[in-house]
């Protein structure tokens, strides 16, 4: 088990998690009788092995949470989470160094075709994403065009965008960020980044990137809704439409991607048991929403792996 994480209970989950142990193996159905009880205690308790599992770290607090319940009823699974990037988790998968792979991009995008072919997209929510500034920064909204001028160093000064004058310090992510992906996709569109334009820093989780905006006067940057924090930095609307998830739901609001858990097309039981728990009711009901994310069946749109978003 990796360092800091534990076999805790999470309490917001529903009582019937220990009903639902055996679920990769048992199905979800059942009347609740003795007999299927039974059943499910019995496949808790022959459930074993572990599972390795890489990637975005834009919803690792989630699957964290999740694991941790998954582990508090099968005693004889360990779960082993770490971040480094969409495209580290889809290189780990794809290689067979990690069980699972966590992206917030297809794998299309970032793995040969031959390879993407050969996993398994498992989608387990919906994430908004949106640009954030220093909570000194007076500035509340950005046309989806200024977006683009900022990130491509063609806007420098936020006098030019209706604030105080003052130097636009951008906060990117590292290369393989499926953050950055999805924000670059929606905002950049395809927008050429000069040479010439060094953002002020370059962060390889969404963790530091708080961190980063916090202590950078002048300050923007990008991150999923599940980090929002109105104590430590601002949240911009986009196009005059607030990032919520009711309006990344309509389809309102562009910046958003589905959270994927890639496995081998051949993953083995305990693989498949944990992923069938992440679509549970379990998690999809309530844990989902908890951790700042989107149950993928309020979505009213679909997007696909060109980024092209049309009616669900």
Known sequence: MSKGMSRRQFLGLSGGLAAFAGLGLVGCGGSGSASTADAASSAAADLSGSITCSGATSFQPLVEDAANAFMDVNANVTITISGGGSGQGLSDVKDGKAQIGRSDIFAEEKLDAADAAKLTDNQVAVVGMGPVVNSDVDVDDLTTEQLRGIFTG???????VGGTAGPIQ??????????????????????TVPDSFKPVAEEDSSGTVVEKLQQTAGAISYLAFSYFDDAKFKALKVDGVEPKAENVESGDFKIWSYEHMYTAADADDVTKAFIDYMLSDDVQGSLVEEKGFIPLTGMKVKKDASGTISAA
């Open 154 to 160: 063609q806007i420098t000064d936020w006098s030019q």
């Open 170 to 191: 951008v906060i990117n992510r590292k290369a393989g960020s499926g953050t950055r992906a999805t924000f670059e996709s929606a905002v950049l569109a395809g927008a």
